[in-house]
């Protein structure tokens, strides 16, 4: 049984903690026990929801209290899932698990008006979380999440409804790497001032709102700005988000003089490869010319051997 890493979400005076969420890993067919430690002292809400398709965030089970029972959420079965919990641990059992339960869980307590959560992501052997269409056996409890594409340098302005009738507590975080809670900013009420989590630049930052919505805006995007962003409010102590997805696309002049510099490689890339071919040939010509050379046959013949005179016979010299 492993215990998720706890991730402190909501709070004004410290640093919003993140780190690589708990991998379970099972086999098809077995079942899944999540678990994650009950940080806070009091009898306090309680539940369970995961994100959906990497983009949605969608409701499984709840708790008001201890001693009330575990309400499930829209579309999730009871008989695939059951929430159980004791004076230190949140559990969610996840029966015969198939490949559609794959992805990334969280636990949140609400303590003190203030949401904290746990992650851990669970690991179907053999599968593929991005070719799985999550939407079979859950319903999401957001819309679908809004797109808002940017060029780098652009300022993008995030917005989300603020479907809370009441004053409450309100923030925006984001998914860093797919797995890692990010906090950004955090408004306890509409009278409160804005607080930025540490290492979160201002200058590159700005929460606003008024009556009917919440803002995120973020000056002069770049590549590492892009992901998934969640604002979120409590109401009755319940947690309710909605998500946006930024994408940062290259401009026209850069899309532009990437595909020159495409263009000019493929045709230094198409010289160089004619040149070898050339090369090549002009060495085959001309091993083929040294093997059509005739060589001529040197024949060696010993010297003739100088007669030794003969005796009894007379030599006359003519003139």
């Not at 490949?99 to 636990?107: A, K, N, R, T, W």
């Not at 990010?182 to 804005?194: L, Q």
């Not at 998500?243 to 263009?263: C, H, N, P, Q």
Request: net charge negative; aromatic share 10%.
């Amino acid at each position: 049984m492993k215990t998720f890493t706890l991730i402190k979400a909501l709070s004004l005076c410290s640093f919003c903690s993140t780190s690589v969420p708990v991998s379970v890993e099972v086999q098809p067919g077995e079942d899944a026990t999540l678990t994650c430690a009950n940080i806070s002292k009091f009898d306090t809400n309680t539940y369970w929801f995961r994100l959906v398709n990497r983009t949605e965030v969608s409701c499984v089970a709840m708790m008001i209290n201890s001693y009330s029972e575990v309400s499930y959420c829209d579309g999730v079965k009871k008989s695939k899932f059951e929430m159980t919990s004791n004076t230190s641990n949140l559990f969610l059992e996840i029966k015969q698990v198939d490949v559609s339960d794959s992805g990334l869980y969280f636990c949140g307590f609400n303590k003190e008006g203030k949401l904290y959560f746990s992650t851990a992501r669970l690991s179907i052997t053999g599968s593929d979380e991005q070719d799985v269409d999550m939407d079979i056996k859950y319903k999401s409890s957001t819309s679908v999440p809004v797109s808002v594409e940017v060029q780098p340098g652009e300022d993008a302005t995030l917005t989300c409804a603020n479907i809370s009738k009441y004053d409450t507590v309100a923030y925006w975080f984001r998914l860093v790497n797919r797995t890692e809670v990010s906090c950004v900013a955090v408004r306890i009420s509409s009278y409160s001032e804005v607080s930025y989590y540490d290492g979160v630049q201002k200058s590159k930052f700005e929460m606003t709102y008024n009556t009917s919505n919440l803002f995120l805006k973020i000056k002069q995007v770049d590549v590492s700005d892009s992901g998934l962003y969640f604002c979120g409010f409590n109401i009755d102590g319940i947690p309710y988000f909605n998500t946006t997805r930024l994408t940062i696309t290259e401009s026209d002049e850069v899309a532009a003089l990437t595909s020159v510099m495409l263009g000019v490689l493929t045709v230094l890339l198409i010289i160089g490869i004619i040149g070898l071919v050339v090369q090549y040939r002009k060495l085959q010509t001309e091993y083929g010319h040294c093997e059509d050379l005739n060589y001529a046959t040197v024949n060696i013949q010993r010297k003739a051997r100088r007669r030794e005179p003969e005796p009894n016979v007379i030599y006359a010299a003519t003139r």
